[in-house]
C-alpha cells in the first residue's frame, strides 16, 4: 500500500489531498508521499491509477462517468482508463490464440494487429472469421490473474485492518465490500461467464430494440478468449464524433435510462460496467430508421432477488414523487436502518436531502452537496452498508452520468418516474398480490404428498408384538469402583476358573 501511494503520488494524483480543508494529517502524509518524486502540479489521476493496478483503473472507469463530481478536467483525464490504456504488443498475444485453435489462421481470414480498445484486464482487437463475419476479439492480458490475485491480497489486509478500527470504519463493512468486489473481478477473469452473461442480457432486453446486444460466437470462445459480433457504431467516449453526429439525442438518452430500468427492475439483472467507452450510437441502417445504442463487455453483471427488486422501485419512486415517509418505512422494513430509530424521525432526514433537489435537472444540483447529506443520514442513524446494493448503487450513477454526456438536458428521474410507477402497480397491485399467493399456495399444496409420506416413514403401523413393560433404570456407576477393564480381567478370570473346575 505504500508503494501504492507512492506511485500515485509520483503522478501527481495525490494533490488534491493537500487542501486546506482537509485534516493536518492527510495534508502531511500525502505531502510526504509526493517528497523528492518529481510530480506534476497538473494531477495525471489515469497514470496514477493505471500504476497502482486493474482494481484501481475500474475506480477510476466509475468516476470518469461523473464530471459533475470531479470536475470536467479530472472526468476527462480518467476517461482514458476505459479503453485507452497501452496495449500489449500483437506478438505476445499471439501465442494464446494459437494455444486456443492450433493455428489461429485456420478460424479467422485476419486480425488486425493493433488493438481497437485496450482496458485493465483485456484488449480487443478487429477480426474477420473464415466465413467472412467481422467480429471482435477480447483476449485476457498475459499474466492478469497473479496482479489481481495480488493486489485483491492486500485489499483483504487492509480492509481487515480498517474494520477492526469499530465505530464509523465497522458501519462501513469493508471486509465485506471486498468481499462483493473480489467476486465482480474473479467473474471478469474468466470470458466463458462473459459470454453467457451477454447471452442472458440478450434474452432480457428482447424487448428493447433500440438497445442492442451483439451476439456471441460460442465455437470461437474460451476461458481467455471472446468471440462477439463487431458493432459498427460510435463510441460515446468519443467527444468530437458525438459532436458531429445528428441524431435525436433525448431519445438517445430515454433508451438508455429504459434500457437499464428494464434491466435492473423489471429482471434483476443488469450491465453493471455502463460507462462511456462500453456504450456506442450505431447510426441509422440496416433496417433501422433511427439511431440505436449498442452495448459491449459483460464482465461484470449485477442481479438483485425480486423482493430487493420491490423495495428498490419503492424508494425511487418514493423519493421522486416526496413520499418521504413510504420510503423511510422502507428502509426498516428491509432492515436498511436498525430498528431502535425513529421512522418519522428518518423521513424527516430524508426529505432535507430530498427536497431542495426534486423537479431540478441533475446540472443544477449540488452534488457534493447531496452526497454530503446523504452520507450524513447514513452516520446519523446507524446504516450499515449494503454489499448486495453496491453494484447497483455504482452503476446508476454511470447510467447518469452517460445519459448527461449524450444529452446534457436529461432529467434522469423524469424518465424513471414513469417505468417505475408502471412497474411498482403491476408488481404490487392487487391482481399481483392475488397471483403471488395462488402461486405460493399452489407450491405449497405440490408438498402436501412429500409430507405426508414423511411423516408415514416417520410414525409405522404397529406391529403384533404387544409392546415391552418398561425396564428399570440401569444402576449408577458407584464413584470410586471399579473400572471396566478390571471388570472385564475379573471376568475373564472367573470364565477360566469355570473351565479348569469342569
Known amino acids: 500500500m505504500l508503494v501504492w501511494g507512492r506511485r500515485m503520488a509520483r503522478h501527481g494524483a495525490l494533490r488534491p489531498f493537500e487542501d486546506r480543508r482537509l485534516p493536518a494529517a492527510v495534508r502531511l502524509v500525502a505531502k510526504i508521499a509526493r517528497f523528492g518524486s518529481g510530480a506534476?502540479?497538473?494531477?495525471?489521476?489515469?497514470?496514477?491509477?493505471?500504476?497502482?493496478?486493474?482494481?484501481?483503473?475500474?475506480?477510476?472507469?466509475?468516476?470518469?462517468?461523473?464530471?459533475?463530481?470531479?470536475?470536467?478536467?479530472?472526468?476527462?483525464?480518467?476517461?482514458?482508463?476505459?479503453?485507452?490504456?497501452?496495449?500489449?504488443?500483437?506478438?505476445?498475444i499471439e501465442p494464446a490464440l494459437n494455444a486456443a485453435y492450433g493455428d489461429w489462421k485456420t478460424r479467422f481470414q485476419s486480425i488486425e494487429?493493433?488493438?481497437?480498445?485496450?482496458?485493465?484486464?483485456?484488449?480487443?482487437?478487429?477480426?474477420?472469421?473464415?466465413?467472412?463475419?467481422?467480429?471482435?476479439?477480447?483476449?485476457?492480458?498475459?499474466?492478469?490473474?497473479?496482479?489481481?490475485?495480488?493486489?485483491?491480497?492486500?485489499?483483504e489486509w487492509g480492509a481487515g485492518h480498517i474494520e477492526a478500527l469499530g465505530g464509523e470504519f465497522a458501519r462501513l463493512r469493508p471486509r465485506a465490500i471486498i468481499a462483493t468486489f473480489k467476486s465482480w473481478i474473479e467473474a471478469e477473469l474468466d470470458l466463458r461467464r462473459e459470454a453467457?452473461?451477454?447471452?442472458?442480457?440478450?434474452?432480457?432486453?428482447?424487448?428493447?430494440?433500440?438497445?442492442?446486444?451483439?451476439?456471441?460466437?460460442?465455437?470461437?470462445?474460451?476461458?481467455?478468449?471472446?468471440?462477439?459480433?463487431?458493432?459498427?457504431?460510435?463510441?460515446?467516449?468519443?467527444?468530437?464524433?458525438?459532436?458531429?453526429?445528428?441524431?435525436?439525442?433525448?431519445a438517445l438518452a430515454r433508451v438508455l435510462v429504459d434500457g437499464f430500468l428494464a434491466q435492473a427492475i423489471a429482471k434483476g439483472f443488469f450491465h453493471a460496467d455502463l460507462h462511456q467507452g462500453n456504450l456506442f450510437i450505431i447510426p441509422p441502417g440496416n433496417g433501422a430508421d433511427h439511431a440505436r445504442i449498442g452495448v459491449i463487455d459483460f464482465g461484470i453483471m449485477g442481479r438483485i432477488n425480486r423482493r430487493a427488486r420491490l423495495y428498490l422501485a419503492e424508494i425511487l419512486h418514493g423519493l421522486v414523487t416526496g413520499n418521504y415517509a413510504r420510503v423511510a418505512e422502507i428502509h426498516f422494513e428491509a432492515g436498511y436502518v436498525p430498528p431502535h430509530h425513529n421512522p418519522a424521525a428518518f423521513a424527516t432526514a430524508l426529505r432535507a436531502v430530498g427536497e431542495p433537489i426534486r423537479g431540478r435537472q441533475a446540472k443544477d444540483i449540488a452534488i457534493t452537496d447531496l452526497l454530503e447529506g446523504l452520507f450524513s443520514i447514513t452516520r446519523s442513524f446507524d446504516m450499515p452498508v449494503q454489499p448486495h446494493l453496491l453494484l447497483l448503487q455504482k452503476t446508476m450513477?454511470?447510467?447518469?452520468?452517460?445519459?448527461?454526456?449524450?444529452?446534457?438536458?436529461?432529467?434522469?428521474?423524469?424518465?424513471?418516474?414513469?417505468?417505475?410507477?408502471?412497474?411498482?402497480?403491476?408488481?404490487?397491485?392487487?391482481?399481483?398480490?392475488?397471483?403471488?399467493?395462488?402461486?405460493?399456495?399452489?407450491?405449497?399444496?405440490?408438498?402436501?404428498?412429500?409430507?405426508?409420506?414423511?411423516?408415514?416413514?416417520?410414525?409405522?403401523?404397529?406391529?403384533?408384538?404387544?409392546?415391552?413393560?418398561?425396564?428399570?433404570?440401569?444402576?449408577?456407576?458407584?464413584?470410586?469402583?471399579?473400572?471396566?477393564?478390571?471388570?472385564?480381567?475379573?471376568?475373564?478370570?472367573?470364565?477360566?476358573?469355570?473351565?479348569?473346575?469342569?
Open 40 to 92: 506534476p502540479k497538473t494531477p495525471d489521476f489515469a497514470a496514477g491509477l493505471a500504476a497502482v493496478g486493474p482494481a484501481a483503473i475500474k475506480l477510476g472507469q466509475a468516476l470518469a462517468t461523473r464530471p459533475d463530481l470531479i470536475g470536467i478536467e479530472a472526468a476527462t483525464d480518467l476517461a482514458r482508463l476505459q479503453d485507452q490504456l497501452p496495449p500489449i504488443p500483437f506478438s505476445q
Open 113 to 155: 494487429p493493433i488493438a481497437v480498445a485496450a482496458a485493465s484486464i483485456a484488449q480487443v482487437h478487429k477480426a474477420v472469421t473464415s466465413e467472412g463475419r467481422t467480429v471482435a476479439i477480447k483476449l485476457l492480458r498475459p499474466g492478469i490473474e497473479a496482479d489481481v490475485t495480488s493486489a485483491l491480497a492486500t485489499y
Open 196 to 250: 453467457a452473461n451477454a447471452s442472458e442480457l440478450a434474452e432480457i432486453l428482447a424487448g428493447e430494440a433500440d438497445f442492442v446486444v451483439p451476439g456471441i460466437d460460442w465455437q470461437r470462445s474460451t476461458r481467455r478468449i471472446l468471440v462477439i459480433d463487431w458493432i459498427d457504431g460510435v463510441k460515446v467516449s468519443d467527444r468530437a464524433a458525438m459532436a458531429a453526429l445528428d441524431v435525436d439525442r433525448a
Open 397 to 502: 450513477v454511470m447510467v447518469e452520468g452517460v445519459a448527461l454526456t449524450i444529452d446534457p438536458h436529461v432529467n434522469m428521474w423524469e424518465f424513471a418516474e414513469p417505468y417505475v410507477r408502471d412497474w411498482v402497480r403491476d408488481e404490487m397491485g392487487p391482481e399481483a398480490v392475488i397471483a403471488d399467493n395462488l402461486v405460493l399456495n399452489f407450491r405449497a399444496l405440490r408438498q402436501l404428498p412429500r409430507m405426508f409420506r414423511q411423516w408415514v416413514a416417520e410414525n409405522p403401523m404397529p406391529g403384533a408384538a404387544p409392546p415391552q413393560a418398561p425396564l428399570p433404570p440401569l444402576p449408577q456407576k458407584a464413584v470410586g469402583g471399579w473400572s471396566t477393564p478390571w471388570l472385564l480381567l475379573a471376568a475373564g478370570l472367573g470364565a477360566a476358573a469355570a473351565v479348569l473346575l469342569a
